[in-house]
C-alpha cells in the first residue's frame, strides 16, 4: 500500500501469529498535544518483537492487530513539536522504549512502577511502533540520547540495557558477589554481563551455548559455561564447587526465554540468594519443579520479577554507554529484512543484538 505524497517506510505484521511481514508506505503520523514527531533512523529488534508478532505471549489481553508497525528501541530526531510542548526542541534526538507513555498519576507511577501504570501504551502493540520512518511519542516519555552515543548503539539500550540495568537493580548484590547470567550471548545477556561487571562490580558467570563464548568472555565474564557441555548436576556442582567456592551464587539473572534456565536457576543460588526473572517463556506456562515452597523458605531465597525500567533507569543505562563502561554490539540490517532477522532469532542463531537502518 502507498499513500500518495508520503514516504514512511515502514513494517507492518500483516498477518499476526505468523512471521508475515509486509514492507509498506504508510502516511506520515502528525504529533498530537503533548507529543512530538520523531524522524527514526535506528530501531533495534527485540524478542519482544517476535512474540507479538506471533502471538507467542498469553498473558497479553487482546491479540496484535492486523498491520500492526511492530518495534520499540527506535532513536531518532525531533522534526515536529505538538500543541504545548516545549521541550524536546526540533533536532534533539531522542529515543521512543517499550512504554510509549504513562499516565503519571496512578499509585503505579507516583511509586516510580511505569512498568504497571495502568494506561500505559506499548511501543509496536497497539500503539504503532518504531519499524518505520516516522513516529509520534510523548514529548514527556522520549528519551534523551547522550551526545558522542551513536544513535544505532543507543537504540538496544531503550530496552534491552534498560531491562538488565534495573533488574541488576535488584539482585541484593554488592561489589565483590557473584552472579549467574543465563542466556548471556543474546541481545540482553551481553549487556548484563558489562553492567554486572563493570557497573556493579559484580562477579560474572554467564552460561549459554559455546558459540557465544568469544563474545561473552569480552563483555568482562570471569567463567563461562556451555550449556551443551554439561549435564544439570554438573552445571550445579561446577557453580556451587569449583567456582564459587562451595555456597553458590549470590544473584542469578535469567535474561533468556527458556524454561529450563529457570528450572536450573534456583539450583546455583547460595542461601539468602536472590533471582531476578526477566526473560519471558512463550507458550502454556511449565511449572518450575524446582521451586518447592519449603526450599525456598529453607533456603531463604528471594525472587524478583522484573519487566524493563522507569525514565530515570533509561537516562542513567544511556550514561553508562555514554562513559564508554558499557558497549552495545550489534549488526546493522535493513527493514526489508526483519523477517529473516525474526526467522534467525527464533533459530537461536543471533549474537548479541541486529539493529535495522530506517534512512
Given amino acids: 500500500m502507498t499513500i500518495k505524497g508520503f514516504t514512511n517506510k515502514a513494517a507492518v505484521y500483516t498477518e499476526p501469529g505468523t512471521l508475515g511481514i509486509g514492507i509498506q508506505d504508510l502516511e506520515k503520523p502528525s504529533p498530537g498535544v503533548g507529543q512530538v514527531l520523531v524522524k527514526l533512523t ?37 522534526v515536529e513539536l505538538g500543541v504545548g510542548v516545549t521541550e524536546p526542541k526540533i533536532g534533539a534526538r531522542v529515543g521512543i522504549k517499550w512504554l510509549s507513555d504513562v499516565c503519571g498519576s496512578c499509585s503505579a507511577c507516583l511509586e516510580g512502577d511505569d512498568n504497571t501504570c495502568s494506561e500505559q501504551k506499548i511501543s509496536g502493540y497497539y500503539t504503532p511502533g518504531t519499524f518505520q520512518q516516522y513516529a509520534v511519542s510523548s514529548a514527556k516519555y522520549c528519551t534523551p540520547i547522550p551526545d558522542g552515543v551513536d544513535s544505532a548503539e543507543a537504540a538496544p539500550i531503550l530496552c534491552a540495557g534498560l531491562t538488565v540495568y534495573s533488574g541488576l537493580r535488584k539482585t541484593n548484590t554488592i561489589p565483590g558477589d557473584w552472579i549467574v547470567i543465563s542466556g548471556a550471548g543474546g541481545g540482553l545477556g551481553h549487556l548484563a554481563v558489562q553492567y554486572a561487571n563493570r557497573v556493579f562490580g559484580l562477579r560474572v558467570i554467564a552460561i549459554d551455548h559455546g558459540s557465544k563464548s568469544d563474545l561473552i568472555k569480552t563483555c568482562g565474564a570471569e567463567a563461562f559455561l556451555d550449556f551443551t557441555k554439561y549435564n544439570d548436576e554438573q552445571l550445579e556442582e561446577t557453580i556451587k564447587k569449583d567456582i564459587t567456592g562451595g555456597r553458590g551464587a549470590h544473584a542469578v539473572m535469567v535474561v533468556t526465554a527458556a524454561n529450563k534456565s529457570y528450572e536450573l536457576a534456583l539450583r546455583f543460588l547460595k542461601p539468602l540468594g536472590t533471582l531476578v526473572c526477566i526473560g519471558m517463556p512463550e507458550g502454556a506456562a511449565v511449572p518450575i519443579q524446582s521451586a518447592h515452597p519449603a526450599r525456598i523458605t529453607n533456603q531463604q531465597y528471594r525472587i524478583v520479577g522484573s519487566a524493563i525500567g522507569n525514565r530515570k533507569e533509561a537516562v542513567e543505562a544511556l550514561g553508562f554507554v555514554a562513559r564508554g563502561l558499557v558497549k552495545c554490539h550489534y549488526r546493522l540490517e535493513k527493514l526489508e529484512n526483519l523477517s529473516k532477522i525474526f526467522e534467525d532469532m527464533e533459530a537461536g542463531k543471533i549474537q548479541a543484538r541486529v539493529v535495522v537502518s530506517l534512512n
Fill in 42 to 78: 535506528h530501531s533495534g529488534v527485540c524478542h519482544s518483537d517476535l512474540a507479538i508478532c506471533k502471538q507467542s505471549w498469553p498473558i497479553l489481553p487482546f491479540p496484535t492487530p492486523k498491520d500492526q508497525v511492530g518495534g520499540h528501541e527506535g532513536v531518532g530526531e525531533v
